[in-house]
């Protein structure tokens, strides 16, 4: 098995011109046959012709005049018949035509056959013979009788083969010498960049990403090299946020884990005074929960990630949702005295209903969060002729402009000197985000700092229905 591509080429090369040059000395020596005997024909028939005329002329006057006068045709055999031979030439050169030929001649067909010496027996019915042919019976009459004149050529067959082959040989032979040296040339040209990329392949294998495809081309290679270029970069920014994500997920699970860990030592050596052991024990707990929503938040992002999350529509009252959410969170805003407004009326969504739960509650939470006390926040439903727009406002601390692109990352945190107060992950948007994806569904985001934040999903109605 041949596994170099140079190989490949060099030899796919040389059986395509091998293949090539043999089809073309096929077909020019079949054309040139072809031609060939097609000349011979016509010339046959002219020769033929001129004796007839000639015959016509002299032959009630002086046969011997007709015959030195034929002797002026060169390189034909000429013999006339009615029914038995009367002429000839060259007088010493009788081609043995059968009689049953003869017969059919003077019957009035023109009749061409292959070969003198073995001519086939005659349909008299078909005077049509093979299309190759070196002898011509004509018929004529001159007065009431019947004549019947053979032409054969006494010439080599048509056309110097052995010349034309030679020809076509040196031919195949330049071809396949200059074709091989060029194609060797070229075959570099080609295989060059397939090594360079197989290299940077090698190298992105161990791990190296500063790997740089650049050739001046505009070809198929070029365009590959290319892709991989732009595969490399995708790759280097996947890895980046891998490591990141590493990070990210280690650094929030350490920091529970310390607290749970010293407030533990600290309970089980007995160094805690009674009246703080509860508080402790609190803060455990606390500390805990919040190990089980990251873990929580990273299995769902995970599900949602895959191709085989459970995604079912169905169609139910959206406001009934949100009322129930915002019951679900009542502690939380009861406890900031936040002032929740709900401005929608009775609307149905054909989607999935537990995972819009999700978004929902992750907007609500998030406003609740940021929202300082005695704050406010409005829900509110519109339904357009294309779309439903659902909108969370918040008076909280709002979002700087220059942050509000990159709030949908995962662990991306807004204030993140007051993560620990608010017990986030980081990870509530990027499911929003990855939810409303799977529903062909956009959220918008206005904020500005100190002035609140505006969060609306539109969903558009083909999206839904």
Do not use: C
């Not at 990403?209 to 001046?216: A, E, L, S």
């Not at 790759?235 to 929030?252: A, I, P, Y």
């Not at 727009?389 to 204030?415: C, M, P």
């Amino acid at each position: 098995m041949i596994k170099s591509l140079y190989l490949r080429i060099v030899i796919t090369f040389l059986a395509i011109v091998l293949v090539s040059v043999g089809a073309a000395f096929l077909i020019m020596s079949i054309v040139y046959t072809k031609q060939s005997n097609h000349q011979l024909r016509v010339d046959l028939q002219t020769v033929a012709t001129q004796a007839i005329a000639t015959f016509k002329q002299d032959s009630f006057h002086d046969f011997s005049n007709y015959a030195h006068t034929i002797m002026t045709v060169k390189g034909y055999s000429i013999s006339i018949y009615a029914p038995s031979l009367i002429s000839v030439y060259p007088p010493d050169h009788v081609h043995p035509i059968p009689s049953s030929l003869i017969l059919t001649v003077l019957a009035g067909h023109t009749v061409p056959v292959n070969s003198p010496m073995h001519t086939p027996n005659v349909d008299r019915q078909s005077p049509s013979f093979h299309p190759n042919f070196s002898l011509l019976g004509i018929p004529f009459t001159v007065g009431k009788t019947h004549y019947a004149l053979f032409i054969a050529s006494m010439m080599p067959p048509p056309a110097p083969k052995g010349e034309f082959f030679s020809f076509l040989n040196f031919v195949l032979i330049i071809v396949l010498l200059l074709g091989s040296l060029l194609i060797l040339i070229a075959s570099r040209y080609l295989v060059k960049p397939i090594k360079v990329m197989t290299e940077a392949t090698r190298r992105v294998a161990k791990g190296d990403f500063d790997v740089i495809i650049q050739f001046k081309r505009q070809d198929e290679i070029g365009r590959l090299a290319q892709s991989f270029t732009s595969m490399i970069h995708e790759l280097k920014q996947m890895e980046m946020m891998r490591q990141e994500f590493v990070s990210n997920v280690s650094h929030e699970i350490q920091s529970p884990l310390t607290s749970i860990q010293g407030f533990s030592r600290a309970l089980q050596e007995g160094i805690v005074p009674l009246n703080d052991q509860e508080r402790y024990l609190a803060m455990i707990v606390s500390e805990s929960d919040r190990l089980s929503r990251l873990s929580d938040n990273l299995l769902r992002l995970a599900s949602l990630d895959s191709d085989h999350h459970p995604f079912h529509r169905t169609s139910y009252r959206l406001d009934e949702q949100l009322r129930r959410i915002v019951v679900a969170t009542e502690p939380q805003w009861v406890n900031k005295n936040l002032e929740i407004e709900l401005l929608f009326t009775k609307t149905m969504i054909f989607a999935d209903q537990d995972l819009l739960e999700q978004v929902w509650m992750n907007l609500l939470v998030n406003a609740i969060r940021y929202t300082p006390v005695g704050g406010k926040i409005t829900i509110r439903i519109e339904q357009t002729s294309t779309s439903l727009r659902i909108a969370f406002h918040d008076t909280g601390q709002g979002i700087a402009k220059e942050e509000l692109e990159t709030i949908f990352e995962r662990f991306y945190k807004v204030d993140k000197s007051r993560t620990r107060s608010h017990g986030g992950s980081g990870l509530g948007l990027s499911i929003v985000k990855k939810i409303l994806d799977l529903h062909q569904a956009k959220i918008e985001v206005q904020s500005e700092v100190q002035q609140g934040s505006l969060f609306t999903v539109i969903i558009d109605h083909t999206a839904t229905s």
